[in-house]
């Protein structure tokens, strides 16, 4: 292995953000881990092959086959929404719908990218959790002879949700077989796949290959990576044209060994779990305090990294001018705690803290 220069270059960039500021907007608001940062240095000297025949995007391949069983195909991309839109165009046709949460990121989150890039009508059902299941999916499951209906084809869900709720094998087997009867495909979105193989404490491949999971947006980006995703596809009878879409969809990576190196560095060892394993337990933390608070009402179970809570309109517009999070519903007074890699129990508390104060001010 070629180790890094010793010494380390200097730069003309300067630092622009008070790096003592916390907050619990997002995941994606912590940097990179530094082990992430020492793998990008590993994979930063001499050349090597452009979009993807690079030798750390090929040893990315092992990684996820050993992760997800040997029929795994492995496709890196930029981002989230990027994976979202190429595995659901691999898996469908263009008179397709996709049958998903209301709540999924790629109906509220993604500026409709489903619809306009990939050309999918999105097939919206409400549900109590984020959660889907056989009963709510049949709401949109039918209609696949009539020429006047988008199509059924693909039921996608999150793992976790955007609710912060996590599925157990067993749903989601439910959910696959469900489908797989009425002749359609599961994609899951797992931007935050980390945080449940944490919570579930079983290998990854329990609750994707084994349950009947298709293909799979895998995230990096929450969990610690500069950049990047993946899309693995778990059954590969279930797509085609992975590699014509994934550049159609401007999702190749010219340097794509930037992208492998650092999924390398989240999977050869246990820190994707380990990541995850500590920005869920911050998240438990946080939620106790907070339950401890008089008027504040965490709203669902909190099985990740994510808190979501109901408090006053005033309370939470003056509670974000000290710390940054998002109102989830506001008219609901609903708002979204998550934590991160980096979260300490000293942010916790001091967060819980600031809430206490200023649920007292009323």
């Known amino acids: 292995m070629?180790?890094?220069s010793p010494a380390a270059p200097a730069t003309d960039a300067r630092r622009r953000h008070d790096p003592t500021l916390r907050g619990f907007a997002s995941d994606n608001y912590?940097?990179?881990?530094?082990?992430?940062?020492a793998a990008l240095a590993l994979a930063n000297d001499g050349h090597q092959v452009a979009y993807g025949e690079d030798d750390y995007t090929a040893h990315l391949e092992e990684l996820m086959r050993g992760l997800f069983g040997p029929a795994a195909q492995t496709y890196p991309v930029f981002n989230g929404t990027g994976a979202n839109v190429v595995a659901l165009q691999a898996a469908s046709e263009r008179w397709g719908a996709v049958i998903c949460a209301y709540s999924?990121?790629?109906?509220i989150d993604e500026c409709g990218a489903p619809e306009r890039v990939a050309g999918l009508k999105l097939l919206t059902v409400p549900t109590p959790d984020g959660k889907l299941t056989p009963e709510l999916i049949d709401r949109e499951a039918f209609g696949w002879d009539d020429e006047h209906r988008a199509q059924p084809q693909i039921v996608s869900l999150a793992q976790t949700t955007e609710l912060g709720t996590c599925y157990t094998p067993e749903e989601i087997r439910e959910i696959c077989d469900h489908a797989h009867e009425r002749g359609m495909k599961v994609h899951m979105d797992g931007s935050?796949?980390?945080?449940?193989?944490?919570?579930?404490?079983?290998?990854?491949?329990?609750?994707t290959t084994d349950a009947g999971v298709d293909l799979l947006s895998f995230g990096g980006t929450k969990n610690g990576m500069l950049f990047g995703e993946c899309v693995v596809v778990l059954n590969p009878d279930a797509v085609r044209a992975m590699k014509h879409l994934r550049k159609l969809s401007m999702q190749l990576a010219s340097k794509m060994r930037f992208v492998s190196v650092q999924f390398e560095a989240l999977l050869a060892g246990d820190l994707w779990l380990r990541s995850a394993r500590h920005a869920n337990a911050m998240a438990g933390r946080?939620?106790?305090a907070v339950r401890t608070v008089p008027g504040v009402e965490v709203l669902y179970p909190v099985q990740a990294n994510a808190v979501f809570a109901r408090l006053?309109?005033?309370v939470a517009e003056r509670l974000r001018k000290r710390y940054r999070f998002y109102h989830w519903d506001e008219a609901e007074g609903v708002v979204r705690w998550v934590c991160s890699f980096d979260t300490t129990e000293e942010d916790v508390d001091a967060f819980s803290a600031a809430l206490a104060e200023e649920m007292a001010r009323g």
């Open 104 to 107: 999924a990121h790629i109906n």
């Open 192 to 207: 935050r796949i980390a945080n449940a193989a944490a919570t579930l404490g079983v290998p990854v491949r329990e609750f």
């Open 286 to 288: 946080l939620a106790g």
């Open 2 to 4: 070629i180790s890094p």
């Open 312 to 314: 006053p309109h005033e």
């Open 30 to 37: 912590a940097g990179a881990h530094p082990e992430v940062l």
